[in-house]
């Protein structure tokens, strides 16, 4: 059976990615996916694309707004770009996207089928259902914009969409995973992500299976024409059509997290999905990050020591803020489910391009980029030491958890914040100027966390 994963809610916002921004996102996205497939192969490369919390931390760690919608189109394009040269090497290929995008989707997909063999037609179709099943068969109130196709050779996919509520400013994005899918109109999704609207029309849930059978009785018995005249009758008796109305599982409130993000079955009807709440609030807060966690990274980062982690992977430059953006990232690719339960936290890396929690640290994700770049490529040779140690960075960070000790959030950020000209930090505001007058800290080093 297919698995739905969760729910969550998505601030809706504008604009678009700054060309630096979009040019190292597509960098980092590229070598981020590279080394997943070398360490843990395509279908878990697959898995996780399918997983909402996930790709939020995987949109959050490349320097995009942390809690956006703009997360999804940023990082498909992303992908789309990165990926397009690794495609053969890889056997991924990204298709569609948002707006015209995602209408090319069918004929990229034929392309895709004839360089790769695979049933490129039957693909096409797979792109066009899903999208109807989320737009007609889910009726939730939000208008599809955005539609992305990933596909590996051996025909297995994820498919990734967005739809939009202009009135509310809000999104939802739809995860579908081809893995144990039986059935694109019984509970089809891998995850519907988006806010709560209490009760929808969900003729796609598997609760819904009667109304599906009764509507398709009921049209077999009367025909479409004595079917839309009874419903004429009944508008003109100033009676509404009953519609199939299938309650969601109930949902946290709207502000909580939920840690136990991915069940190996599907849930029973009654059993709360696990929902992820983006607030929408732009600035990090204490509520949106897991301390332990944070100090976790921390504390692994101080712990491994610059000069060691140089010596391992031989990149000239890499200092401490550089290592710990690093164990961040590590996480993102060797992580378990649960620990992405606040994207936030992932932020923390390389900051955001609208300057929350900080503006984007261009020097430290150029470092991080290189470090990954140099893991990947020894690793093609049969050289994994620098991917290991990558591994081991992020075993430490959870090693540690129980132990570590750090700064409070609001200070860790603020010292980020007066350093932020040092490390060449960016956002669509521009460069960060230099701090002035009696309290330049320009020259202190974030406070680094200990051991109890």
Not at 65 to 91: C, M, N, Q, R, Y
Not at 170 to 195: K, M, T
Not at 208 to 234: K, N, T
Request: with cysteine; aromatic share 6%.
């Amino acid at each position: 059976m297919s698995r739905r994963t969760g729910s969550a809610d998505l601030p809706l916002h504008g604009g678009r990615v700054p060309a630096w921004l979009g040019q190292r996102m597509t960098r980092l996205g590229a070598v981020l996916c590279q080394a997943i497939v070398l360490e843990y192969g395509r279908a878990e490369l697959l898995r996780r694309l399918a997983h909402p919390f996930w790709f939020q931390s995987f949109g959050a760690v490349m320097g995009m707004d942390w809690h956006s919608s703009g997360i999804t189109t940023s990082v498909i394009g992303a992908l789309k770009h990165g990926l397009a040269p690794l495609s053969d090497e890889l056997g991924i290929h990204v298709c569609g996207g948002r707006g015209r995008h995602s209408r090319a989707t069918p004929a990229e997909l034929l392309a895709v089928g004839e360089r790769t063999g695979i049933d490129g037609a039957a693909l096409a179709r797979t792109s066009r259902l899903v999208a109807k099943v989320d737009s007609a068969a889910v009726q939730d109130g939000f208008d599809l914009y955005l539609h992305g196709f990933i596909v590996a050779d051996d025909g297995q996919w994820v498919v990734i969409q967005q739809g939009m509520h202009g009135e509310r400013k809000q999104a939802r994005r739809y995860h579908w995973l081809s893995d144990g899918l039986e059935n694109f109109v019984d509970a089809p999704h891998a995850a519907i992500d988006g806010p709560g609207q209490g009760t929808i029309v969900n003729l796609a849930d598997r609760r819904a299976a009667a109304s599906r059978d009764s509507q398709v009785a009921l049209l077999r018995e009367l025909g479409p024409s004595r079917l839309v005249d009874a419903f004429a009758d009944i508008d003109g008796g100033q009676r509404r059509p009953a519609r199939a109305r299938v309650p969601r599982a109930d949902v946290p409130a709207p502000g909580s997290i939920v840690a136990d993000l991915f069940a190996d079955t599907a849930p029973a009807a009654a059993t709360p999905q696990p929902h992820l709440s983006l607030p929408d609030h732009h600035d990090v807060r204490d509520g949106d990050v897991v301390m332990r966690r944070l100090h976790g990274a921390l504390a692994a980062a101080a712990e491994c020591g610059p000069r060691d982690f140089t010596g391992l992977l031989q990149v000239p430059g890499i200092g401490a803020r550089t290592v710990r953006a690093l164990a961040l990232v590590a996480e993102v690719m060797h992580g378990t489910p649960c620990r992405f339960s606040d994207p936030a936290r992932f932020s923390l890396a390389h900051g955001g391009k609208d300057r929350h929690p900080y503006p984007v640290p261009t020097k430290v994700l150029d470092r991080t980029i290189d470090v990954l770049r140099i893991a990947v490529s020894q690793a093609k040779l049969g050289n994994e030491d620098r991917l290991a140690a990558i591994r081991r960075l992020d075993a430490q960070s959870r090693a540690l958890e129980a132990s570590a000790r750090g700064p409070s959030l609001q200070a860790l950020l603020a010292q980020e914040r007066r350093d932020s000209h040092r490390y060449g930090g960016r956002s669509v505001f521009g460069w960060e100027p230099a701090p002035v007058g009696p309290d330049d800290a320009s020259s202190a080093q974030p406070t680094p966390a200990r051991r109890a």
